[in-house]
């Protein structure tokens, strides 16, 4: 990684700060540009982990679904695929259900594997 480049995990850190702000406050355009503005650097930065790979699907969840007033971003982690309620989106669900079950099976890989 070049010297002076934050890292994913560094990015995220930049992100849930950015979005915690949005959930404590009113979700003002400029705090919701920020979190897009820190995801777009996420994207752009190749995965090298399994916790990478799961903190990049946790954004993207959080874009496809509706977290509550106030919950964190670990909580997406709870989210689940195919089961309706308050996050999953009525209209094209699929994204979100895709996205959580790779998520799922990424984190199944990583236990087995030890490497996470």
């Given at each position: 990684?070049?010297?002076?480049?934050?890292?994913?995990?560094?990015?995220?850190?930049?992100?849930?700060?950015?979005?915690?702000?949005?959930?404590?406050?009113?979700?003002?355009?400029?705090?919701?540009?920020?979190?897009?503005?820190?995801?777009?650097?996420?994207?752009?930065?190749?995965?090298?982990?399994?916790?990478?790979?799961v903190l990049k699907i946790r954004i993207a969840l959080r874009g496809a679904g509706a977290p509550r007033s106030g919950e964190t971003l670990a909580r997406i982690d709870g989210w689940k695929a195919g089961e309706p309620g308050d996050h999953r989106p009525e209209y094209e669900p699929e994204q979100f259900d895709c996205l959580c079950s790779l998520r799922d099976d990424l984190l199944r890989l990583a236990a087995g594997s030890g490497t996470r």
């Amino acid at each position: 990684m070049a010297e002076g480049r934050k890292s994913i995990a560094g990015l995220y850190r930049d992100f849930d700060a950015a979005h915690s702000a949005v959930q404590e406050e009113a979700e003002t355009g400029g705090n919701v540009a920020v979190c897009r503005k820190i995801a777009a650097g996420i994207v752009k930065l190749p995965a090298e982990t399994i916790d990478e790979m799961v903190l990049k699907i946790r954004i993207a969840l959080r874009g496809a679904g509706a977290p509550r007033s106030g919950e964190t971003l670990a909580r997406i982690d709870g989210w689940k695929a195919g089961e309706p309620g308050d996050h999953r989106p009525e209209y094209e669900p699929e994204q979100f259900d895709c996205l959580c079950s790779l998520r799922d099976d990424l984190l199944r890989l990583a236990a087995g594997s030890g490497t996470r």
